[in-house]
C-alpha cells in the first residue's frame, strides 16, 4: 500500500486526535479510522502520480472517488467494508473541510454500495436458559464454574457487552439495583440488574480465592490477573457444543437475545435503545426486523394458504 504524503498523515493524526478527544471512540475505532484513511490517502498518491500534501486534498472528485472504489472492489473487498471504510473518508473530509473552508461535496455525495445488513442472530428462549443452566459444567473448578454462570448471566440478564462485564471492579460489588456502565464511546447508561444476576455474582464472589478489592477488577483469571474476553468465548464454544447450539451462539449472541426477548414481550424500542447504549435508534431498529422474521416463519409454517 502507498503511504500518505507526511502533510496529509498529520492532518489524518490531527483528526483521530479529534475523534478520539471529543467524540471519545474506541481504540479499535481509531486503529480502524486510521487503516482506512491512510489507505485511501495512499490511492491518492499513486492515482494522481504525485506526493499529495494538504492542499490537493481539495481538489478531490468525483472521478478520483469513482476510481478509489472501483481499485477496491478489484480486491475483492465486500460491500460492506467498502461501505465502512467510506464512512470514514467522509468523515475525516467533513472534518478537514470546515476546519479549511473548502468544499467536499464530491466526496462527501459519493453513494456508499448497498449490502445487505446482517440481523442479530439471538438464542431461542429456552436455548438461552440451557446455555445459563449448562455454563457452570465446562470447568471443574467450583469458583471458575459460578465465575462463568455470573459473567454470562450478566450478558443475558443485563444486555452487557462483554468488555462491559469484564469491565466490573470489586467497587461494583455487591451488585446494586441499577448499574452505571460506560460503554462505546464513553456513553454513560443506566442498567437494572436483575436478582438473578446478583446472585450469581454473590455465589462467584463467596468462592473466589483471590483479593476482590475496589480498586481490583471483579472477574478474575485462575492466576489472579483480569478475566480475559477469550476465556468466556471459549465457555461458550464449549457450552454451544454441548447444547448442539449453532457457532453463532456466542457472548455477543447473549446480548442480541436479551434485546430481541425483551421486544417480543413487548419492550419499548427506545427504552430497549437505552438499555443496550445504542447511539442511534437505527442500530436497535434491527431488532424489530428479527421479530418480523420470526413472525413470517410462522406465518408460512402455519397459515394454510401458505403451505
Known amino acids: 500500500m502507498t503511504l500518505p504524503s507526511a502533510g496529509a498523515n498529520a492532518a489524518l493524526m490531527d483528526w483521530l486526535d479529534a475523534e478520539r478527544a471529543l467524540k471519545g471512540a474506541a481504540d479499535n475505532t481509531i486503529e480502524a479510522y486510521r487503516r482506512d484513511v491512510a489507505e485511501f490517502l495512499g490511492f491518492l498518491n499513486q492515482h494522481k502520480g504525485e506526493s499529495q500534501g494538504l492542499s490537493p486534498l481539495k481538489e478531490v472528485g468525483i472521478s478520483d472517488m469513482r476510481a478509489w472504489m472501483a481499485e477496491a472492489r478489484s480486491g475483492e473487498i465486500s460491500a460492506r ?19 479549511e473552508g473548502f468544499d467536499a461535496t464530491a466526496v462527501l455525495s459519493t453513494r456508499s454500495p448497498k449490502f445487505q ?9 429456552d436455548a438461552a436458559r440451557k446455555v445459563l443452566e449448562t455454563a457452570e459444567f465446562q470447568s471443574r473448578e467450583p469458583w471458575v464454574s459460578a465465575r462463568d454462570t455470573a459473567v454470562i448471566t450478566l450478558l443475558y ?6 468488555s462491559e462485564a469484564l469491565g466490573l471492579m470489586g467497587r461494583d460489588a ?5 448499574l452505571r456502565i460506560l460503554g462505546k464511546g464513553g456513553k454513560e447508561r443506566i442498567v437494572p440488574v436483575l436478582p438473578a444476576a446478583r446472585v450469581a ?22 492466576r489472579g490477573g483480569k478475566l480475559s474476553p477469550r476465556i468466556i468465548q471459549q465457555v461458550m464454544a464449549d457450552t454451544r457444543a454441548q447444547l448442539g447450539l449453532p457457532a453463532t ?3 455477543h ?10 421486544l417480543n414481550a413487548g419492550g419499548d424500542l427506545r427504552a430497549i435503545q437505552e438499555l443496550l447504549g445504542h447511539a442511534s435508534l437505527s442500530t436497535t431498529q434491527a431488532y424489530t426486523a428479527v421479530d418480523t422474521a420470526r413472525l413470517m416463519e410462522v406465518y408460512e409454517a402455519s397459515h394454510p394458504r401458505a403451505r
Open 81 to 99: 467494508s467498502l461501505a465502512r471504510k467510506l464512512s470514514a473518508v467522509k468523515s475525516f473530509f467533513r472534518w478537514r473541510s470546515e476546519r
Open 157 to 162: 440478564g443485563c444486555g452487557l457487552r462483554i
Open 201 to 222: 455474582v454473590e455465589a462467584y464472589r463467596r468462592l473466589c480465592p483471590h483479593p476482590l478489592d475496589a480498586g481490583l477488577p471483579l472477574f478474575r483469571g485462575v
Open 253 to 262: 449472541a447473549l446480548r442480541h437475545s436479551f434485546a430481541t426477548h425483551l
Open 249 to 251: 451462539a456466542t457472548p
Open 117 to 125: 445488513r446482517k440481523l442479530p442472530r439471538p438464542l431461542a428462549e
Open 174 to 178: 455487591p451488585l446494586p439495583d441499577v
